[in-house]
């Protein structure tokens, strides 16, 4: 089985106040990034490329200083490939029709 290329979109916010907080994304238990969160009125669209088998995939974002800040990751949606995502973060990749040259 071959592997497939998909692009998830994301949009990511964060309440908080004090220090900017740190997050990670994480694709199953493999870490995808993690960034200092230094917006204040403004949300982030993160963009996932992954490259797997078919299957399925969680996307799952996580705090790292939660004692003062909220993170909220909604609107998931894939942008290019052969997959389905839900809200929960839930990807699914489906082996694509064409054939390699």
Same mark, same amino acid.
Request: charged residues 25%.
């Given at each position: 089985m071959?592997?497939?290329?998909?692009?998830?979109?994301?949009?990511?916010?964060?309440?908080?106040?004090?220090?900017?907080p740190?997050y990670?994304?994480?694709?199953?238990?493999?870490?995808?990034?993690?960034?200092?969160?230094?917006?204040?009125?403004n949300?982030?669209?993160?963009?996932?490329?992954?490259l *797997? !088998?078919?299957?399925?995939?969680?996307i /799952?974002?996580e #705090?790292v200083?939660?004692?003062? *800040? !909220?993170?909220t990751a909604?609107?998931? /949606?894939?942008? #290019?490939?052969?997959?389905t995502?839900?809200?929960?973060?839930?990807?699914?990749?489906q082996?694509?029709?064409?054939?390699?040259?």
């Amino acid at each position: 089985m071959r592997t497939e290329f998909v692009m998830a979109l994301t949009d990511i916010n964060c309440d908080w106040s004090g220090d900017p907080p740190r997050y990670r994304c994480y694709v199953n238990d493999e870490l995808f990034t993690e960034r200092t969160w230094i917006w204040t009125e403004n949300y982030l669209e993160e963009q996932l490329q992954i490259l *797997a !088998k078919p299957g399925e995939y969680q996307i /799952r974002y996580e #705090l790292v200083d939660t004692g003062h *800040a !909220k993170l909220t990751a909604n609107n998931f /949606r894939i942008t #290019l490939g052969s997959a389905t995502v839900d809200q929960t973060g839930c990807v699914t990749i489906q082996e694509s029709d064409y054939e390699n040259a």
